[in-house]
């Protein structure tokens, strides 16, 4: 019996909706990296990218369990002594609730150049609207 791996143009691509409202931002960000890998599927192979676009919704309405909304903090330096910055999560809620999500998600991801391609496919919005209505989303429940 020979392994058959998957040829990147017979890949089909899914699009997922996700709802983030009232959903914990760790298990929610598992949920979202094993579709972006492809995990979910039976051709699933650790160095193809198989994986389907994910749409996210009410990214400021994602939950997060004990005190990490008064307590974590997000890290910057630019290189320059004396450049490093924190940002608090409830700043981020605030003005960018994307990066919590796309931050969360990245993270579970390959360190490489396939992950690099793969979060591409993540797209996020503060929001009830996304422009990729003609994509035919599939909710997903989580």
Do not use: C
């Not at 009232?22 to 039976?42: E, P, Q, Y």
């Not at 994602?62 to 320059?80: A, I, L, P, S």
């Not at 608090?88 to 360190?111: A, C, N």
């Not at 391609?117 to 009830?128: D, F, N, R, S, V």
């Amino acid at each position: 019996m020979k392994t058959t791996l998957p040829k990147a143009d017979s890949i089909e691509r899914k699009w997922w909706l996700i709802d983030a409202k009232d959903l914990v931002l760790g298990r929610m960000s598992v949920k979202i990296a094993n579709l972006l890998r492809g995990r979910h599927k039976a051709i699933y192979t650790p160095h193809i990218d198989t994986g389907d676009h994910v749409v996210v919704i009410n990214a400021e309405k994602v939950k997060v369990t004990g005190n990490k909304e008064d307590q974590k903090d997000y890290m910057f330096y630019t290189g320059y002594f004396g450049n490093e910055k924190r940002v608090g999560l409830s700043t981020f809620r605030e003005t960018r609730p994307e990066f919590i999500i796309k931050h969360s998600v990245k993270g579970m991801l390959p360190k490489n150049k396939l992950a690099r391609e793969m979060i591409k496919k993540l797209k996020i919005y503060a929001g009830e609207e996304h422009p990729h209505e003609a994509q035919n989303p599939q909710t997903i429940e989580i």
